[in-house]
Nanobody, 123 residues
Framework: QVQPVESGGGLVQAGGSLRLSCVASGWTSTMYGMGWFRQAPGKEREFVAAISRSGSTFYADSVKGRFTISRDNAKNSMYLQMNSLNTQDTAVYYC?????????????????WGQGTQVTGAS
């Protein structure tokens, strides 16, 4: 059983930066795609970014140019560098792992989820 665990959330002033980390324990193969999703109060969970096993990256239009996703397969880890944060980025951010070398932007196509970490962009 793969268990992702997120860390790195917090409160940041508008224009500030945060770096989220996700460590996925319990997996025995590197054949996994990984992604970040977020959910704001009263809204549906939405795609943020994803990275395939080979390192291909995909971003939501709302974060393109501000967020950077990366992974370290040797450490079973994934990261999300978030710059120029604003109040609209406020949400719980979730790490998701998919049993495939490929990734998608659809939440229900991921197999394992972390518990989430709160990111709050203050005005």
């Amino acid at each position: 059983q793969v268990q992702p665990v997120e860390s790195g959330g917090g409160l940041v002033q508008a224009g500030g930066s945060l770096r989220l980390s996700c460590v996925a324990s319990g997996w025995t193969s590197t054949m996994y795609g990984m992604g970040w999703f977020r959910q704001a109060p009263g809204k549906e969970r939405e795609f943020v970014a994803a990275i395939s096993r080979s390192g291909s990256t995909f971003y939501a239009d709302s974060v393109k140019g501000r967020f950077t996703i990366s992974r370290d397969n040797a450490k079973n880890s994934m990261y999300l560098q978030m710059n120029s944060l604003n109040t609209q980025d406020t949400a719980v951010y979730y790490c998701a792992v998919r049993r495939s070398v490929f990734v998608t932007t659809t939440a229900n196509e991921y197999d394992y989820w972390g518990q989430g970490t709160q990111v709050t962009g203050a005005s």
